[in-house]
């Protein structure tokens, strides 16, 4: 698959998941039961892969996918689906996918030893004049559930990028990764459901049943799965994020038609800010990465990165 057309697929199904979500986390269903039918369905689909390549994966990527499975799979989702009880759908893509590429620069740098180039900076900081507004909306308003809510979702999207930065490095193909991470977040949120559901999911009506097996299970837990890493694996970490930048814009307008959320004058300011963040931001990359000529980082002695 093209690697253009794997960030498009990914792309459209992260704007349209925060609205299928938020419309069950809000009416009939519980967070627990959408993060079993998110993982629990994912993983059973990946499991026949699994199952037939399980000698083609080393040892070492085994063990590699269990912090991984935390920055993209249960703890991302987790924050996720329970972020989206309080805060608007639009506040979701914005605050995630939407933050990503400034996380990916900042982290990139302390963690990573990676130089962020200016360009990269400046679509960072357009990201966080993004939030900071919609942030001190949210303050303004005295609405602590939504600012919650907020922070959720910055705490997914700094897990996210911490996914990004490793998953070229992780030495697996992108149907590996995404078989290894459903298949571990799996094995902790399906007993942790069976432990707490409150009721039983057949309560539920088929039809509803139906659409978020669809979504959380088969698009988001299987398909955008993979189309990410096919995406990051050809594209790289930044040219994907750039070509994330018009998600938040496109939940926004997917809320406001399924859901009835009218964005404030305030949110639509804050969605573009951060949509202009991404564009500029995530393109051409780090400068201290391969593809470019300045020095490399070293490391100080307290651990953080400093030009070499």
Not at 82 to 101: E, K, R, S, T
Not at 113 to 136: D, Q
Not at 226 to 236: E, M, S
Request: proline share 7%; glycine share 10%; hydrophobic share 60%.
């Amino acid at each position: 698959m093209n690697g253009y057309l794997a960030a498009a697929i990914a792309a459209l199904i992260w704007a349209a998941y925060p609205v299928a979500t938020r419309a069950g986390v809000t009416g009939t269903f519980a967070p627990q039961e959408l993060m079993m039918l998110r993982f629990g369905i994912g993983g059973l689909l990946f499991l026949p892969y699994l199952l037939l390549h399980f000698r083609a994966i080393r040892p070492k990527a085994w063990l590699q996918g269990v912090p991984l499975m935390v920055f993209q799979g249960a703890g991302v989702g987790a924050l996720v689906i329970c972020g989206l009880q309080l805060a608007p759908a639009n506040h979701q893509p914005a605050l995630g996918p939407g933050v990503v590429p400034a996380w990916v620069a900042l982290l990139g740098f302390l963690v990573f030893a990676r130089r962020p180039s200016a360009r990269i900076i400046v679509g960072a900081a357009l990201c966080a004049i993004g939030v900071v507004v919609l942030a001190l909306w949210s303050a303004s308003g005295h609405d602590a559930p939504v600012l919650l809510g907020d922070a959720m979702f910055l705490a997914a999207s700094a897990l996210g990028a911490l996914y990004v930065l490793q998953l070229r490095d992780w030495g697996v193909s992108a149907m590996q990764g995404a078989a290894i991470i459903s298949s571990y977040s799996a094995l902790i949120v399906v007993p942790w459901y069976l432990w707490s559901a409150p009721e039983p999911l057949w309560r539920v009506a088929p039809v509803e049943l139906l659409w978020q097996i669809l979504w959380q299970g088969v698009l988001i837990g299987c398909v955008a799965f993979v189309a990410v890493n096919h995406a990051i694996d050809k594209l790289g970490a930044e040219r994907f994020s750039a070509l994330t930048a018009l998600v938040p814009v496109l939940s926004a307008t997917l809320a406001l038609m399924f859901l009835g959320e009218v964005p404030s004058t305030v949110e639509i300011a804050a969605l573009l800010v951060i949509s202009a963040g991404v564009s500029i931001g995530a393109s051409p990359g780090y400068a201290g990465s391969p593809a470019a000529n300045s020095a490399p980082m070293k490391r100080s002695a307290c651990g953080l990165s400093r030009p070499g």
